[in-house]
């Protein structure tokens, strides 16, 4: 058993519930208008989008997939400059060249939101082989979706991965939908997870929606590829609550579906556990959602009073 | 200019081998990765010997998996290593275009000056190998429709080791095309070890004054044989080598046309969307508009896939008697 601390379940906590009121808040944004272009909200899966990233070591690098909110949000990243750049202005993490989509803190190891489903695989692969080459003893954390999962750069990846064990942890969010495209209907398998038999890896399918069990399985899983022993897959089945993007009108779902995910709501199950078992007082969950509510709030508010880029900066940064 | 004393005689092959030995030698963060560049040496023999003297670590055998070796050396780039990725064949690239075009030619951009990709992408293209049409192609202006990548390619031993040295050191994407049948090729190349030919220009290979052609890969060694045998009749071709084919130096151009005041673009590829219509569209653009005093010629490849039969694939492509017909003709002599 891994031995929780209190300062990091509070972590977890605060970061889930951060995660929930961006894209919350984000989705109230653009319903309003004031997003250009759209958002693919992860709102449902803030266990399986933070607790890998709460897994990982100082220097461990990761790989974000095109629903990427929740998951850089776990990384660390300062929410500030992820608003800025979902609003597209100069503060944001890409100076608004990149967008939601595209949110990256390459410095810090965070390898960027993928516009191309299945597009971060490979890149993940690049980056655990420089781990590899200078022996530096990190992990390469590569989300991706269950739609991805169909793609020939996750089978390349996997392959090449397997034969040179690379130090990457492949974290497969299956949220049920690959845009309207239920699981079932484009995947002849129970388990995605059964794909690492082809590639003689370890693969696992866990719940995406319990945190410590996405947090438990990750820290595995990372410890392993960090001893050297090759990549893993992990398959989180868990739900995104929101349409695929905000042109979505979601015609290809029951709503009652959505209302079975939600009683198993990750954030509402790691509340239970802190009660049970009694880590905090009511008063300081409270405080800890309330914290985490008003991040939001400032960061919408750093967003908005931002500076647009300047048009000078359209053909800045084609070439280094 | 430099000494004989300074240069050995070598193949084009050679030469880009010795110019990736020298860069290797001295950045360890330059590897090498690709099909069968190990103990086989490559398909055309560019990596020969490098696996023995750089080990299994550098010198990658990847599975036959051309999005993952892109896709891998993009994602190695952006984390510190410098790594060069050889595709078997030019045509190719269309398995490992999302990971070129979409992720290592956009990262920096994307993410606001961030990263960089220091890589080199080795395409060996053109015909001439009777190896039909899916082993022949120049697909150079694909690449050179995508911002954020650069295009090289050497006519020339001392080119090819000149521009590999500087597309390892380039903090860029850099897609280098070679085209096969230069492999053979034998020149002076400098043994200097900080010879580099800086990307981004367009040299004169010739001077003249009659007629311009621009032109590069094979197709410029065609032009050079015309230009030597329309020389004996009094008449002086002017011969420009765009040696980084994106972005490209257009003024060398721009001023050998003001000069002659006829133009000839040539290329292998597929004429229509091809390079050649680029520069002369650029051409007209130009100052030099006024001084044309015929229509401009472009010679391109047909627009067919590259047959297999030996006497199809030759009239596939420009030829020396293409460019001696194509200067007659602005000369006003047929």
Known sequence: MIELSEELLLRMYYKMNQARYFEEKLDELVSKGKVHGTVHLAIGQEASGVMPCLALEEGDLVSMSHRSHVQAIGFGLDVNLMMAECLGKYTGYCKGKGGSMHIADVENGNLGGNGIVGGGFNLSCGAALTQKYHNTGKVVLCFAGDGATNTGSFHESLNLASIWKLPVVFFIENNQYGMSNPVENHINIENISDRSEAYNIPGLTIDGNDFLGVYNTATKALRYARAGKGPVLIEAKTYRYSGHSKSDKQLYRDKRELIEWQKKDPLLKMKEYLRENRVFTEKQILKMEEEARVSIEQAVEFAQKSPQPELTTILEDVYA | ?334
């Open chain 2, 1 to 334: 200019m430099m000494k004989t004393s300074d240069m050995i005689k070598m193949t084009y092959r050679d030469a880009i081998r010795l110019g990736i030995t020298e860069e290797m030698r001295q950045d360890k963060d330059v590897i090498f990765l690709g099909e069968d560049i190990g103990t086989y040496g490559g398909a055309f023999g560019v990596s020969k010997g490098l696996l023995e003297e750089f080990g299994e670590e550098r010198i990658l055998d990847t599975p036959i998996s051309e999005g993952a070796i892109v896709g891998t050396a993009v994602g190695a780039a952006t984390t510190g290593l410098r790594p060069i990725c050889e595709m078997m064949f030019m045509d190719f690239i269309t398995l490992g275009m999302d990971a070129l075009v979409n992720q290592g030619a956009k990262m920096r951009y994307l993410f606001g000056g961030q990263s960089q990709v220091p890589m080199v992408l080795r395409l060996p293209a053109g015909s001439g190998t009777g190896a039909a049409a899916q082993h022949s192609q120049s697909l150079e202006a694909w690449l050179c429709h995508v911002p954020g990548l650069k295009v090289v390619t050497p006519s020339s031993p001392a080119q090819a080791k000149g521009l590999i040295k500087a597309a390892i050191r380039d903090n860029n994407p850099v897609c280098f095309i070679e085209h096969k049948m230069l492999y053979d090729a034998v020149g002076l190349v400098p043994i200097d070890e900080d010879y580099i030919l800086e990307i981004g220009k367009t040299i004169v290979e010739r001077p003249g004054k009659d007629v311009t052609i621009v032109a590069y890969g094979t197709t410029l060694l065609k032009a050079i044989e015309a230009a030597e045998f329309l020389e004996e009749e009094g008449i002086k071709v002017e011969i420009l080598n765009p040696l980084t084919l994106y972005p490209i130096e257009m003024q060398p151009i721009i001023d050998s046309v003001i000069k002659t005041g006829c133009l000839i673009v040539a290329h292998e590829a597929v004429k229509t969307g091809g390079l050649g219509g680029e520069i002369v569209a650029r051409v007209v653009e130009s100052e030099a508009f006024d001084y044309l005093t015929a229509p401009i010629i472009r010679l391109g490849g047909l627009d067919v896939p590259i047959p297999f039969n030996q006497e199809l694939e030759a009239a596939t492509v420009p030829q020396r008697n293409d460019f001696v017909h194509g200067v007659y003709r602005l000369l006003n002599r047929i």
